[in-house]
């Protein structure tokens, strides 16, 4: 028997949304509310110099002017690190986390493999250290000589090795911070997530993370990475840019305007027509979403 889905939204209070977030949540929301399903809230607020309540509290108040209600809200993860404690010992008890002494330049060296992106792959370097220096150091989780497959909702079968694609990859910063990888990876497993949206640009970290729901006992979700939102000369969306913010887009637009044309742009709707989050329901299919990035004109979209 099917079980209710769980989706969820994870922004970074770090200022307004744009346009590329406010298009994953919009899909998140239609993918779990179409099938009657629920939706987690969490502020991913790792970063406590770049992030802050009161842009929390922004971003509430655009979902919920947009129509994309949720029906619980997790505790953001500056709050969580006791919790992220018990599953990194877990880790540690089971001799699978080493010390990282490698500063961000030799990572980053010509001497490092790296991927077709520039992604550097994490060689080993630190991984069998007969003596290991007293100075700061991260910790990094080793990974295993294996394929990774799942089938992503939107772009199909995904397959990666992590020995030789990532390589052992870090879980906690020198100074202490839990990384993404990690506090994901329970965020999710903890809330009862059973499905992933977010932007194609996060589909290669997928496999890490189901490697750590597999060390820590939670359940795979799962996953649907949507195309990114572009500007018209091919520069992602982003907050520092201000490009097409929250902020800007309701001194022009109604809810049902913007959510309109992202339901157009994206291959929901076959017309650019003003309608609800709630009204768009009716009308999601995966079958319908474009896979390739989208490009958009600023002026176009508030005409």
């Known amino acids: 028997m099917d079980t209710t889905p769980v989706g969820r939204f994870a922004p970074t209070p770090s200022g307004r949304m744009h346009l590329g977030n406010v298009f994953s949540f919009l899909i998140a ?11 987690l809230l969490r ?154 949206v977010r932007g194609v640009d996060l589909l290669s970290s997928a496999p890490r993370q189901m490697y750590l729901q597999e060390l820590l006992g939670f359940s795979q979700p799962t996953y649907g990475h949507v195309p990114l939102l572009l500007a018209p000369d091919g520069r992602r969306l982003s907050k520092r840019d201000k490009d097409l913010d929250l902020g800007e887009l309701r001194k022009y637009l109604t809810p049902a305007q913007l959510i309109g044309s992202l339901a157009h742009t994206a291959g929901l709707l076959d017309r650019c027509v003003p309608i609800s989050a709630r009204e768009l329901a009716g009308e999601f299919s995966w079958e319908k979403l474009k896979k390739e990035d989208i490009y958009l004109n600023a002026q176009e979209l508030v005409r």
């Open 43 to 196: 502020m991913e607020d790792l970063d406590t110099q770049r992030t802050s309540e009161e842009f929390a509290q922004i971003l509430r108040e655009d979902l919920l002017w947009l129509g994309l209600t949720w029906d619980d809200e997790q505790l953001p993860q500056s709050r969580r690190s006791p919790v992220y404690d018990r599953y990194f010992e877990k880790l540690m008890d089971e001799k699978l986390l080493y010390p990282c002494f490698c500063t961000r330049s030799q990572l980053h060296s010509v001497n490092a493999p790296h991927l077709s992106d520039g992604t550097y792959v994490y060689p080993g370097t630190c991984q069998n250290l007969v003596q290991r220096p007293n100075k700061p150091h991260s910790w990094r989780v080793t990974v295993p000589d294996r394929d990774w497959t799942f089938t992503d909702l939107l772009q199909g079968p995904y397959t990666q090795n992590l020995s030789t694609d990532c390589g052992d990859f870090v879980v906690r910063r020198a100074d202490g911070v839990y990384v993404y990888q990690l506090a994901v990876t329970v965020d999710d497993g903890e809330g009862g997530v059973t499905e992933v």
């Open 29 to 39: 929301w239609l993918s779990a509310k179409s099938r009657n399903g629920a939706i």
